[in-house]
């Protein structure tokens, strides 16, 4: 089992910046990949961004390419998304979620394990 748990989301104006963290616990974090995922009301779970066991392999949605920054500290078991110059369209509950094989993927259905969500807000 793997714990997750997200912070870092709030209420931010556009253009403003926050950073999400995903704090892991419970089985070797560093064997995980490791995805940020979005979901807004009344739309779907979207794919925000990836990142392998090692960080040396990164996917990114392209709504988020160039803006976003997913990175991850596996001596802290923690991964965590830089999101720069957002827009009210990232407003979403965000989530954290694991993969066992240590593969990026952009399919939810592939991921074991995903945290309770924190909220962001982007006003215009």
């Known amino acids: 089992q793997v714990q997750l748990v997200e912070s870092g989301g709030g209420l931010v104006q556009a253009g403003g910046s926050l950073r999400l963290s995903c704090a892991a616990s419970?089985?070797?974090?560093?064997?995980?990949?490791m995805g940020w995922f979005r979901q807004a009301p009344g739309k779907e779970r979207e794919f925000v961004a990836a990142?392998?066991?090692?960080?040396?392999?990164?996917r990114y949605a392209d709504s988020v390419k160039g803006r976003f920054t997913i990175s991850r500290d596996n001596a802290k078991n923690t991964v965590y998304l830089q999101m720069n110059s957002l827009k009210p369209e990232d407003t979403a509950a965000y989530y954290c979620?694991?993969?066992?094989?240590?593969?990026?993927?952009?399919?939810?259905?592939?991921?074991?394990?995903w945290g309770p969500g924190t909220q962001v807000t982007v006003s215009s």
């Open positions: 419970g089985r070797t974090f560093s064997n995980y990949a």
């Open positions: 979620a694991a993969e066992a094989t240590g593969w990026i993927t952009p399919l939810a259905g592939e991921y074991d394990y």
């Open positions: 990142i392998n066991w090692s960080g040396l392999r990164i």
